[in-house]
């Protein structure tokens, strides 16, 4: 690996470290913590062996984590066994067989994959489906809703009205081993209870999604991530020191033997100066100059063998270096799109699958200064949800996180694709408009605010209206994104004490 590729790579990994670990945040305090450290540590350009104690710290809190997400995901599996077992043991209905083993197998696949599981509960709604849809032989075929689920003044079936009772407990104690952030609670409750009253497979899909939507803010869709991405890098880190450390010392012990061999050398060279220089006749210096000789000749033999011998272990050390540089490299093919992909999730906001308000930051400099600099217009638009709370407040959190998935989608619906939308927080969305003056762009938003108000959102079965708020600013010559957005921001002020749903806008 070049030196400019290693640094780069450096980089990459502080950034996203960074980056990555603020996704992290708000699973487990104990780990949030750790992981701020390494954070700062990172950032501050910390070194390898301090990173390395930090991610050390991480590994216990890891583990727990993982242990947690392995028991939710036992109990997911089993739980699914058991219903496909009971769904088996309806009478009169048939489990499509075919479908039956691709559920089982689906099951065996991906029970570990937090990200699958919205999959194998929407995968089992249909294999129940099938299943209560199945005709007795001697029954006439009817449509799936009304034979199943009676019509208004049946009497229920006992056995639809049975397997609906289990389906809805077995996903109950799927909820009560969730671990949610307080401000879930009521939201938890209501839809346990739902749950509990519910007799109908029609009202199932709704729910489960409810339940979906629940397990996925309960395993923090990135903490999964998070482990691999964390012992991954840990293991880099280990390597790169173990290959530095390796060679420093065969490096040190070289030079070490060089020294001891020189100043031996220097001695016996001395000693038989001054034997030489001492000695009176000719036999007796000839045989002092032999023993000399000898000894000198001893020396210098072992001094080679030791070469020999360090040279190998040496060669061996480069080679054994070498591989590792060679794995690196492989390593770094596949951690550099694997960090592509983080970062990739660290832009985007997971409710609205809009960028965020990271991404936002990242673009809106780059965006101003190129329309600055060719003379281009371009427009701000800061949109806030109306009364959002009070829509928290009178029908839940979950169907809070509904309206704000469904509010963005409106908004696209009049937007051109050069118009780049983000999540800026809560209930607050942030629209640029490259190249649209603030008259181009008041009628754009204009367009925007009608699609939100005009849009019957449907919360609960019931449809609820909602509006939003825009405030509008034109970029100037010389304004920093701050500056524009504060400009707009507030605009977006003045439309709500103007009495909310209307766009204001200045140059
Ligand atoms: N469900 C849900 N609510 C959120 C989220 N983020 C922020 N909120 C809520 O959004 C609400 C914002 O309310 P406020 O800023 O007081 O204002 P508002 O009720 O929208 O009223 P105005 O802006 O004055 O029209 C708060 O109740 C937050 O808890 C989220 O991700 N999901």
């Known amino acids: 690996m070049t030196e400019s590729s290693s640094d780069e790579l450096v980089t990459m990994l502080r950034k996203a470290v960074s980056r990555t670990s603020m996704l992290a945040e708000g699973n487990d305090p104990k780990l949030d913590a750790v992981v701020r450290q390494i954070r700062q540590a990172i950032t501050k350009g910390a070194n390898a062996d301090d990173i390395q104690t930090l991610l050390k710290n991480a590994e216990p809190l890891l583990i727990k984590s993982d242990e947690e997400q392995q028991k939710r995901a036992r109990l997911l599996r089993s739980t699914l066994e058991e219903l496909v077992d009971l769904l088996d043991k309806q009478e009169g209905k048939r489990v499509p067989h ?4 691709k559920f089982e197998s689906q099951i065996r696949l991906h029970w570990q994959t937090s990200s699958q599981w919205p999959l194998l509960i929407k995968s089992f709604l249909t294999l129940a489906e099938n299943t209560l849809n199945s005709a007795e032989p001697d029954q006439p075929r009817s449509s799936f809703l009304s034979r199943l689920f009676q019509r208004e003044g049946d009497a229920p079936r006992k056995n639809d009205h049975e397997v ?7 996903f109950i104690g799927l909820m009560n081993n969730l671990s949610l952030p307080s401000l879930y609670d009521d939201d938890v409750s209501d839809l346990k209870n739902a749950l509990k009253r519910n007799e109908s497979l029609q009202d199932l899909p709704e729910l489960l999604d409810e339940v979906i939507h629940l397990i996925m803010v309960a395993i923090g869709k990135t903490q999964e991530n998070l482990t691999k991405y964390l012992s991954q890098l840990n293991q880099q880190l280990a390597s790169i020191n173990e290959s530095i450390t390796s060679s420093a010392i065969s490096h040190k012990s070289l030079s070490k033997s ?3 061999f020189n100043s031996q050398l220097e001695t016996q060279v001395n000693d038989t100066f001054h034997a030489v220089k001492h000695s009176t006749d000719l036999d007796s210096l000839k045989s002092l100059i032999d023993d000399r000789l000898t000894v000198i000749s001893n020396t210098m033999t072992d001094y080679k063998t030791q070469m020999i011998e360090q040279e190998k272990q040496a060669s061996q050390s480069i080679s ?12 770094t093919v596949s951690l550099r799109s694997m960090l592509q992909e983080k970062l990739a999730q660290a832009m985007t906001d997971s409710l609205t699958d809009l960028p965020n308000r990271t991404a936002y930051q990242d673009a809106i400099l780059p965006l101003c200064k190129i329309m600055q600099k060719t003379s281009k217009p371009m427009c701000l638009a800061v949109c806030d949800i109306d009364h959002f709370k009070s829509v928290n407040d009178t029908w839940g959190h979950l169907a809070g996180d509904k309206v704000l998935r469904l509010v963005p989608k409106q908004i696209r619906s009049v937007l051109k694709k050069e118009d780049l939308m983000f999540r800026y927080g809560g209930e607050e969305f942030v629209i640029a408009f490259p190249n649209m003056t603030l008259e181009q762009a008041m009628a754009r938003t204009e367009l925007v ?11 609960q079965g019931e449809p609820v209206s909602i509006s939003i708020s825009i405030g509008l600013a034109q970029l100037e010559p010389e304004e920093s994104p701050e500056a524009l957005f504060e400009r707009a921001d507030k605009q977006l002020y003045l439309a709500k004490e103007a009495g909310r749903n209307r766009v204001m806008g200045t140059k």
């Open 164 to 170: 609906m009772t289990q389906i809805s407990h077995s």
């Open 258 to 260: 060089r020294e001891g």
């Open 98 to 101: 075919t479908e039956k083993k």
């Open 320 to 331: 054994s270096l070498k591989n590792k540089v060679v794995r690196m490299e492989k390593d």
């Open 449 to 459: 605010r009608l699609a939100v108000a005009k849009t019957p959102f449907n919360v």
